[in-house]
């Protein structure tokens, strides 16, 4: 209750600063002055602080409400449907309505749309081409991912990770990446029944077979009945210390490198 | 142990990782799919859409025999999530077989049938179904429906390059298989039931760059446009969907055109209709075309000559010739000269065929009155899915026939003078099955040591 409380003292304070309501203007094109701007997902983000961490967390990940990078409602919701659950609430839920001026609703949208948005769209606070040296430099990055057909095998093609990945997912992935292993890249070591021993990650696995990829791009179709042991190692490959080995200015510039991967790089308005 | 390897090129990074030290880089050879490798045709490899360039689609391997075909069964099910339609033939190198749906590929250890990689083009809202991918060095490539051809690294399926060759908005949506040849990708479009103007289309597999574009339809002025009228010329259709053949002494593609635009009513393009139905010859170095030969001139029965041109050496009347085999949709089974285009035979291969009375000794059908489709509706054999469509055809050279799935069915067509306008649907209407008459799918198989078709068909 202390969160609700918190969002009803703020939205009196807040409701003296309302501003003119938007007239006669379509839904479509109120949404077009806030959805992916800057200064919107901004002012969305200090209001987001305010009113809706108590209960979605600091980052949006979630606590008494829902994850709110990742929850499919969110995602799937139109521009306008999710305006509508910040604003109206969430009926049979503890999502309350909003008395918030619909300007600062939409701010709130613009921040919480922004967040699932594909990272190539979000604001990414980095210089790309630092990020760029960063990444085949002192990163080593290409040492085991792949960008355009360049690089090594063990990690995920990154060529279109702007887009296939929004912020949140792409900074995780860089700086956590234990906290989450993505499906075909197990890292595993199998010995085989004459001793030898195959290290790479686990492209699939089951009770008969098991197919390894090895960071040279050697590729291992195994019969189980050729196989001793197989050891999944509980840590990716993935070096887990890129946070303490890169400064912040650094990370920002990788990320930003990064979100500007994309095969075919989305507009805004596309993204919609 | 089954091991697929990659070569050590410039491409390639060894890991320096403290972290990654430990790992073990195997001493790397050789196991790129090279253009020797598929011009060899298939055994244990399955390279390129018809198993060979000649389109003969015969395996050498004999282990299933007519003997012990009895005791075949399924080893593994590879369930395709969320395909429409699965249209697509596989490929398989080096104990991997690359599979193909709408936007996405699919890279399968063959003997277990575990996914190794999937690649799937996402926020692409056409789906439409694919034939299949090429293979060529370690890449693997495939269209998108939205007609961008794909490379993807053949190990872990990441992008190396992606490069749109046909516009959407202009009513192209692509399925072709493509066909790897030296250092080209050949593609073509679809969409000639609404309005396009085909081409086909020869891309450098190393970057996606454009090597050469070979319309087919004329432009206007150029020779062949005067068989079309001013609302028909641009959209004229003459799809490529379908992977062709290649003559690799001549150096020369041979490959098949759809049907022209509207599709059933041939008012408003009065001509032959070029290059609409035709086998074309193509230089695979220039895109310059060598020849053309058309089956259905002026078509109003959608008759795309899609069906798989097989080439053959063949003796007729005690001449050894090259000769291009095909088993048309309009129900006629032609022999041509690859060098020249000439025309050497044609005899049905089917019963159902009454919309002409033959073909003429220059290749051009003797037309039977009153089979033009009108308002009224008029019944016509074959149907409009043809006689022979892009099912695949085979040669055995042991013995000496030629396979072919064939349909014997007719339509009851009709037709609109309707205003044509492209990339709507319209195509001038169309065929369906007189009540109560379905038609009978035949596998049917004909000699080739004689040239003459009829009386060998079983």
Sequence with gaps: ?272 | MRTVQTTLGARHAVPTLALLAALSIAPLTQAQVRYEDILAGPGENWLTFMGDYAANRHSPLDQITAENVKNVVPKWFFYVEGARRVGSYPVVYDGMMYVSNSNEVYALDAVSGRQVWHYRQEGVEMQRQNRGPAILGDRVFFVTSDCHLVALNRYNGGVVWDAEYADPEQGYHCTVAPVAIKDKIIVGVSGGDSGIRGFLEARNAEDGSQAWKLWTVPAKGEPGSEGWGPKTLDWGGAGTWMPGAYDPELNWLIWPTGNPWPDFYGGDRPGDNLYTDCLIAVDLDTGEMKWYFQFTPHDVWDWDAQEPPLLLDLTIKGKKRKVVVQANRNGFYYILDRKTGEFLHASPFVDKLTWAKGIDEKGRPILVPGMTPNAQGVEVCPTVRGAANWMSDAYNPETGLMYVMTLEACDVYTASAKDPKPMVGFAGTGGENPPGHTGRFLLRASSRRQASVSGNIR
């Excluded at chain 1, 210089?127 to 002192?138: M, S, V």
């Excluded at chain 1, 080593?140 to 990690?155: V, W």
């Excluded at chain 1, 860089?174 to 075909?184: A, C, I, S, W, Y």
């Excluded at chain 1, 004459?194 to 290290?199: A, E, F, P, T």
């Design chain 1, 1 to 272: 209750m202390r969160a609700l409380g918190l969002f009803l003292l703020l939205a009196g304070a807040l409701s003296a600063q309302q501003q003119a309501p938007h007239g006669d203007l379509a839904a479509d094109k109120v949404a077009e002055r806030y959805i992916g701007d800057d200064k919107a997902i901004e002012a969305g983000h200090e209001l987001y602080l305010s009113v809706c961490s108590g209960c979605h967390g600091p980052t949006a990940e979630g606590g008494r409400g829902p994850n709110l990078i990742t929850a499919r409602n969110a995602r799937r919701a139109s521009n306008e449907e999710l305006f509508a659950m910040v604003k109206n609430g969430i009926p049979g839920t503890d999502m309350p309505p909003s008395p918030l001026p619909d300007d600062q609703v939409w701010q709130i949208t613009a921040f919480v749309r922004n967040l699932s948005a594909p990272a190539f769209l979000q604001n990414v606070k980095g210089d790309p081409a630092a990020g760029k040296t960063i990444y085949y430099g002192k990163g080593g990055c290409n040492k085991c991912h792949m960008i355009r057909g360049e690089g090594g095998y063990l990690g995920p093609d990154l060529t279109n990770i702007g887009v296939s990945s929004n912020l949140a997912t792409l900074r995780e992935g860089v700086f956590e990446p234990n906290k989450r292993l993505t499906d075909g890249f197990r890292p595993v070591i199998v010995t085989l029944k004459d001793g030898k021993k195959i290290q790479g990650v686990a492209k699939n696995n089951s009770n008969y077979s098991i197919q390894v990829l090895e960071n040279s791009g050697k590729l291992h179709l195994l019969d189980k009945n050729e196989v001793k042991e197989v050891f999944f190692r509980e840590d990716s490959w993935m070096p887990s210390d890129y946070a303490q080995r890169l400064s912040e200015q650094e990370q920002n510039d990788l990320l930003a490198f990064l979100a500007k991967q994309a095969i075919r790089p989305p507009s805004k308005e596309k993204s919609e």
